[in-house]
DNA sequence: TCAATATTTCATGAATGGTTGAATGATGGA
DNA sequence: TCCATCATTCAACCATTCATGAAATATTGA
C-alpha cells in the first residue's frame, strides 16, 4: 500500500530521463541487478552524474542497493513500482472506466 | 500508446501535490468534468494558481477543456492515463514479476 | 455599452533541481 | 602500507519550476 506522499515522491523520481532509463535497464537486468559502473557505462554519463540519480530513486524506494567489492550493485524494488501503480489505479484514478482496457492493452 | 516523452510529461505533471489532487478530483467528477472556479474552490487555492497547474496538467495530455458560457470545464482524460499505466507496465517495466500482483491487489 | 463574473497571462522573486569537476570515502591487491 | 579502483559527496553555477498579485481577455446580462 502506497500513501500520497511517496507517490508524489515516486513520480517525481520517475519525471526525468535518465532515471526512467535507470528503472528500465534495472528491471532488465533483474533480480541480479547492475553496478554503478556498469550503468554509468551504458548510459554515458559521469559517475557523480549517476550517483546524483541513483540517489533519486533510492530515496524514492524505487530502488535499492547493496555493496559487494568494490562494486555498489543496485536493483530495481518492484514490489515498488507496483505499489505506485496500485496507487494510480485505485487511490487516484478509482473507477476510471479506461484504466482495465490500458491494463489490458498492455498485456 | 505512448512514447517515452509524453511519459515523461505525465510524471512530471503528477509529481506536484495540487496536480495529483486536481487529477484526483476530476477523475471522481467523471464525463462531466469541473469548472476551473470550482476547482480553486475545492482546493481553496487561487484561480493564478490554479490556471498554472491545469495548464501543465493539459500540456501534458492528461486533463481536457472546453469552454461553456463564461466557464471553462475541465475533464480527466482517461484514455491518457490508462496509457500512463500501459507504458509503466509494458514498455518500461516489462516482465517485473510483482507487476500483477500490485494490479490485482489494487482490484 | 457598461458592469460583473470567470479565467488566463504576465512579471517578479523565491525555491528547487540538475550538471560539472574536484575532493573524499571505501575496498582490495601488490 | 601504498596504490589503484569504484563510488559518493561537495560546492559552485545555471536552468527550471512555482507562488503571488496585478493586468488582460472572454463572456454574459442589465
Same mark, same amino acid.
Given at each position: 500500500?502506497?500513501?500520497? /506522499?511517496?507517490? =508524489?515522491?515516486?513520480?517525481?523520481? =520517475?519525471?526525468?530521463?535518465? *532515471? !526512467?532509463?535507470?528503472?528500465? *535497464? +534495472? %528491471?532488465?537486468?533483474? /533480480? ?6 556498469? !550503468?554509468?557505462?551504458? =548510459? ?9 540519480? +541513483? ?12 555493496? %559487494?567489492?568494490?562494486? %555498489? ?10 505499489? +505506485?501503480?496500485?496507487? +494510480? ?7 476510471? /472506466?479506461? !484504466? ?8
Amino acid at each position: 500500500m502506497m500513501e500520497r /506522499p511517496e507517490a =508524489l515522491a515516486a513520480f517525481s523520481a =520517475l519525471a526525468h530521463e535518465v *532515471r !526512467l532509463d535507470l528503472i528500465r *535497464r +534495472l %528491471v532488465v537486468a533483474g /533480480p541480479e541487478g547492475a553496478s554503478a559502473g556498469a !550503468l554509468a557505462n551504458g =548510459l554515458g554519463i559521469s559517475a557523480s552524474r549517476l550517483s546524483f540519480h +541513483l540517489a533519486v530513486l533510492s530515496q524514492a524506494g524505487l530502488i535499492g542497493s547493496r555493496r %559487494v567489492s568494490r562494486h %555498489v550493485i543496485y536493483r530495481a524494488d518492484g514490489a515498488r513500482i507496483a505499489a +505506485l501503480l496500485g496507487y +494510480l489505479m485505485h487511490d487516484c484514478c478509482c473507477g476510471l /472506466p479506461d !484504466l482495465r482496457a490500458g491494463i489490458a492493452a498492455a498485456d
